[in-house]
């Protein structure tokens, strides 16, 4: 009997060596996982609760399904193609006008020009007439994702004649730069840790033929006369709460509802992005072309937070925007962090959530009742219900937490309005962006060869929207200070809880909070 005794012993050791692992979830009963052969280290595999689950997804495989295009790439422009103004002309700080189009492309060439070392400009693809839709990005190494650095967005125009938001983002990328190149230590700290990509106008055919006429609503829409705030995926079918008005999901004690997934551990993993993405039809809808450019680009690169301009009320709104069956709220699982987020906007502007300052537009008159009574920001759905929308599909289909900023209850402000507007938001422009650092982040690897694992899921207990990891392992988090258990899993390995307490106190970093697997 000794002989098969010492024949397992080594059989153990073997199994050790090789890097072959027992996965132990820590829930409640102490359940201990099957064991599962490990995927191949360029494999990714995506779990998603109530789905089939292969344990060995190949890379193109996970990308088809979460809505990534192979195709898609970002047009970056020669920084010479075309001539470039001086230096001074390029950072002219008091020049904040509504440019046209062409005006546009030069102005951002000119900033990127004159902060070659930390900006570039690309286009993610065209409007219906082929009108390019440009960015400019701010990074200390423009092009690229750097792995651990939050992705953050700005995107405004996407009704044509809604055009503060256009003359704000321009003016911000010269702040940016104005502030690089002269020693803003603030702004080099923002450009040091953050990747910030900035488009000014989503919808260049509707400002084209856009006018000052509020009341004609000219350029609203885009050449087809298709409203793009209206035109994406509409994914609410797949979360709750909008399934539990037709799959049975039962609410609980709090009145909120949570599904409870049948799976060999006890506890409830949330739904992500991109499983959200691979059960719903909507991605096959036809598409206005500026609505799919953008929808790519959202699916391209990892960006963790983002604002979209509006005009027509001041105020900040919040997802969802969509009102589910008997209920006049939408509330995210992100309630109290999107509202927050909202807040600390509202109350960086200058009088954005001050009750007293009523009236300061005129049209404020008429639209504004809900900012006004609710400190200057308001929930999408409580306002008014929409289906479609920039903000949903970008919390529902994405790990982007994005809100909508409503500048001016004037859709088409006056140049000599523009410049107030611009100190109305630049204070609270800046700090949305050093929230992005928010919350926990961190990189899940290989236990064994050290590898990134992509599309690893990170589950907060409690919170029913996971993250995934991008392709270079790592993840964002965005959460509220107090204490949090979080798990990783790749597939149906799972991490042993770890516990963190977030005390967003960096501007510029969120607390780490690594992984390893298998």
């Known amino acids: 009997m000794t002989r098969p005794c010492r024949r397992h012993a080594v059989l153990v050791i073997y199994f050790i060596a090789v890097g072959f692992s027992w996965t132990v979830q820590s829930a409640p009963n102490r359940e201990v996982l099957r064991r599962n052969t490990a995927p191949e280290i360029d494999t990714a595999s995506l779990y998603c609760p109530n789905q089939q689950n292969s344990n060995t997804m190949q890379a193109d495989e996970t990308t088809e399904a979460s809505g990534e295009q192979e195709t898609f790439e970002m047009r970056y422009l020669p920084q010479n193609e075309l001539p470039i103004n001086s230096t001074e002309t390029a950072l002219n700080m008091n020049d904040i006008v509504h440019h046209s189009a062409e005006n546009l492309l030069e102005i951002l060439l000119n900033v990127s020009m004159a902060c070659a070392e930390v900006s570039r400009v690309y286009s993610v693809g065209n409007s219906v007439t082929g009108t390019p839709l440009w960015v400019i990005e701010f990074s200390n190494n423009p092009g690229v994702h750097e792995t651990g650095e939050p992705e953050f967005r700005y995107v405004a125009n996407m009704h044509g004649n809604e055009v503060t938001g256009r003359a704000l983002t321009l003016r911000f990328a010269k702040e940016l730069c104005h502030g690089y190149l002269n020693g803003d230590v603030r702004i080099q700290n923002i450009i040091r840790s953050t990747r910030i990509h900035i488009m000014p106008s989503m919808n260049p055919d509707g400002f084209a033929i856009s006018n000052q006429n509020q009341a004609s609503g000219v350029g609203r829409f885009n050449h087809n006369g298709v409203d793009l705030n209206r035109d994406f995926p509409d994914l609410s079918a797949t979360i709750p709460p909008y399934t539990a008005q037709s799959t049975g999901i039962k609410k609980n004690s709090e009145g909120t509802a949570r599904a409870t997934f049948e799976e060999d551990i006890s506890t409830n993993w949330g739904w992500t992005g ?200 790592d993840y964002w988090r965005p959460l509220l200070r107090g204490i949090y258990t979080v798990y990783a899993r790749h597939g149906r390995f799972v991490s042993s809880p770890k516990h963190v307490y977030v005390t967003n106190t960096s501007r510029f970093s969120a607390t780490i909070l690594n992984f390893q697997l298998y």
């Open 274 to 473: 991109k499983c959200n993405l691979r059960k719903s039809s909507e991605l096959d809808k036809p598409m206005q072309r500026e609505t799919k450019a953008v929808l790519d680009w959202m699916n391209a690169i990892p960006f963790v937070m983002g604002y979209a301009f509006h005009d027509g009320a001041v105020g900040v709104v919040y997802p969802f925007d969509k009102r589910p069956r008997n209920m006049w709220y939408g509330a995210t699982p992100d309630d109290e962090l999107l509202r927050y987020l909202a807040t600390n906007y509202a109350q960086t502007h200058l009088h954005m959530s001050d009750r007293t300052a009523f009236g300061r537009d005129y049209n404020c008159r008429f639209t504004n009742g809900d900012f006004h009574r609710h400190g200057g920001v308001v929930n999408g759905a409580a306002w008014y219900s929409i289906s479609g929308a920039f903000e949903d599909y970008s919390y529902i289909g994405t790990d982007c937490f994005s809100l909508s900023v409503e500048a001016s209850c004037t859709k088409w402000v006056t140049q000599r309005r523009l410049r107030e507007e611009w100190l109305n938001n630049k204070e609270a422009m800046l700090s949305a962006v050093e929230k992005v650092h928010m919350g926990i982040k961190g990189v899940v690897t290989h236990r064994v060869t050290g590898s990134p694992l992509r599309n690893a899921v990170i589950h907060i207990t409690g919170q029913n929207k996971d993250v995934t990891t991008a392709t270079n392992g």
